[in-house]
């Protein structure tokens, strides 16, 4: 399921919201290591080197579906951190790098009317045609395949919906 159409769109434009967020996500994450640490002292080495892998895993699937959830500034943060391989655990590399070019398209009918917002028709009445599926999805736009009236292919970029304002909640 597209996580764009099953969250809240408060998630995106309540400042206080995306902290609890994204802070809660973090917290959970540090207490399952510290967690770890302290059984480790019960148990021992053998016992911590059998599940820090899988941690690791979980926790960067945690990770990767909260910069998607949050959208905006989020996902460029987990494409930064993708590219610091020595920052993170190398289970973190592979969920992270797929924000770099596997961030979710959003529904067709959203990119629909952000046209027809900003250039006053559907594209069904801008264009001989309209691919429904995007080429390319990002962290502010995707882009879709298109034909003007006269023949001409074009690559149209639609920004999404509100990217402004989820960038400005997340840069206060």
Do not use: C
């Amino acid at each position: 399921q597209n996580v764009y159409t099953t969250m809240s769109n408060k998630l995106l434009t309540s400042p206080s919201r995306r902290m609890h967020k994204a802070y809660s996500v973090s917290f959970r994450v540090m207490l399952s290591y510290a967690w770890l640490y302290l059984r480790k002292r019960l148990f021992g080495q053998q016992y911590y080197d059998r599940r820090i892998e899988l941690l690791h895993q979980k926790n960067a699937e945690r990770v990767k579906v909260t910069v998607l959830e949050l959208q905006g500034l989020f996902i460029k943060v987990g494409q930064l951190l993708s590219i610091l391989s020595n920052f993170l655990p190398e289970a973190f590399q592979e969920p992270l790098d797929s924000l770099q070019d596997q961030v979710p398209a959003r529904p067709l009918e959203e990119v629909k009317r952000r046209i027809e917002q900003e250039l006053g028709a559907p594209p069904e009445q801008l264009f001989a045609s309209f691919t429904a599926t995007p080429l390319a999805a990002a962290s502010i736009g995707q882009t879709h395949r298109a034909r003007l009236l006269d023949g001409s292919e074009v690559v149209v970029k639609v920004q999404h919906a509100n990217i402004e304002a989820v960038a400005d909640v997340d840069m206060r």
